[in-house]
C-alpha cells in the first residue's frame, strides 16, 4: 500500500513536519495545540491486556477483563475478526484473521463532554487530560449524550453516583510518571509524549513501511484533533471507529442542544425517572426474593 503524493502532503501537514505546500494539504488545526497524549500502534499490539490491568490495578478497580468501558473498566482491548487475513506485524500469520485495538477516552483537543456539561465539571486541562471534578458534577449525564466515542460511563448503581472515564493518569503526570496503561505495554504499541511528536512519530512510521500501514492518523484531525491517536495497518472502518467530522465539535454540540433545550431537559428528565424505576423493581425483587427465602425454611 503506497501514499500518495496527497496523502503525504496530509500526514506532514498534521503531523507538524513543516512541508507547506499552498492549496494541497488541509491545515491541521489541532496539530499546533499544545499538552500530552498517547500514541496507540494496533499493527503492534498483540492483546495481551496487560494495559488493561495496569489501568485497573493502578486505579483501585477489580483485576478482571472486560468487554466494554464501565465505570470501572476506563480502558479495554476490543477484538475485531477480519474478513481477509493480514499477517500482523508481531504474530505474523497467527494473528492474520484478527486485530486487538485499546479503547478509552480520546481526550478531545476541543471536549464536546466539556463543552455540553453546564457546570463545567469536565475539562480540557493544557497538559492534554480532559478531567472531571464530582464536586460540581449534577448528574445530568449531558456529556455522556455529547461525546462521539461512547466513552463516559455512570456509576447507575451508587448511591452518590458519579461519571467515569480516563483521567490519562493527570495525578501520574503532575508528578513526572507515565499513564500506568502506556509503562504496561510490553510490545511498544503505546507511546506517550507531546500530541504534535505522537503525530510526527506516526507519520514516519507510515512513511517507512507503506506497504502496510494505512495512510492516516485517526485523531490528528476528527473532531477537530484527539490527544489519542491511532496507527493502523486495517482500515479504520473495519476496526469500528466511527466515521466523525473534522471539526470541533463544541459547536455543534450547542448549536443542536440550543435548539431542543425542552429534549434535553426531558432526557435527563427521563434518565433519572428510569433509574429510580430499575433501582425500585431490582429492591422489590431483591424483598420477594428474601420472603421466598424465608417461607421456604
Ligand atoms: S472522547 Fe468523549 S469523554 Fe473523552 S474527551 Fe472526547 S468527548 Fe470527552
Ligand atoms: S491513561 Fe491511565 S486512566 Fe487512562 S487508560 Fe491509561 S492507565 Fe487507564
Ligand atoms: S499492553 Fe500493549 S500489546 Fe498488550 S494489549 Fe495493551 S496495547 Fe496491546
Redesign the pocket.
Known amino acids: 500500500m503506497g501514499l500518495t503524493r496527497r496523502e503525504f502532503l496530509q500526514l506532514a501537514a498534521a503531523s507538524g513536519l513543516g512541508v507547506t505546500v499552498l492549496g494541497a494539504a488541509r491545515p491541521a488545526r489541532a496539530a499546533s495545540k499544545a499538552g500530552v497524549g498517547i500514541l496507540?500502534d494496533v499493527a503492534?499490539?498483540?492483546?495481551?491486556?496487560?494495559?488493561?490491568m495496569a489501568c485497573k490495578k493502578y486505579h483501585g478497580f477489580p483485576e478482571e477483563e472486560s468487554a466494554d468501558l464501565g465505570p470501572q473498566a476506563w480502558t479495554y482491548?476490543r477484538t475485531v475478526r477480519l474478513n481477509r487475513a493480514t499477517p500482523h506485524l508481531q504474530l505474523g500469520e497467527a494473528g492474520a484473521l484478527q486485530r486487538?485495538v485499546?479503547i478509552q477516552c480520546r481526550h478531545c483537543v476541543e471536549p464536546a463532554c466539556a463543552s455540553a456539561c453546564p457546570v463545567a465539571a469536565l475539562r480540557k486541562t493544557p497538559e492534554g487530560p480532559v478531567t472531571y471534578d464530582p464536586g460540581r458534577c449534577l448528574g445530568c449525564r449531558y456529556c455522556m449524550v455529547a461525546c462521539p466515542f461512547q466513552v463516559p460511563r455512570f456509576e447507575w448503581h451508587d448511591r452518590m453516583p458519579e461519571i467515569r472515564k480516563c483521567n490519562l493518569c493527570a495525578e501520574r503526570l503532575v508528578e513526572g510518571t507515565p499513564p500506568a496503561?502506556v509503562e504496561?505495554?510490553?510490545?511498544e504499541?503505546?507511546q506517550f509524549g507531546p500530541r504534535e511528536q505522537l503525530l510526527a512519530e506516526a507519520a514516519r512510521r507510515i512513511s517507512n513501511d507503506r506497504s502496510r500501514y494505512v495512510p492516516a492518523i485517526y485523531g490528528a484531525e476528527e473532531v477537530g484533533g484527539t490527544a489519542i491517536l491511532y496507527l493502523s495497518d486495517i482500515p479504520f472502518e473495519e476496526l469500528g471507529f466511527p466515521v466523525v467530522v473534522r471539526e470541533p465539535l463544541p459547536s455543534y454540540t450547542w448549536r443542536a442542544l440550543g435548539k431542543i433545550p425542552g429534549v434535553v431537559v426531558g432526557l435527563g428528565a427521563t434518565l433519572t425517572v428510569l433509574e429510580a424505576v430499575i433501582r425500585r423493581r431490582m429492591e422489590l425483587n431483591g424483598s420477594a426474593r428474601r420472603k421466598e427465602e424465608r417461607e421456604q425454611r
Open positions: 496507540i503492534r499490539c498483540v492483546g495481551c491486556r496487560s494495559c488493561e482491548i486487538t485499546k496503561c504496561a505495554c510490553p510490545m504499541a503505546l
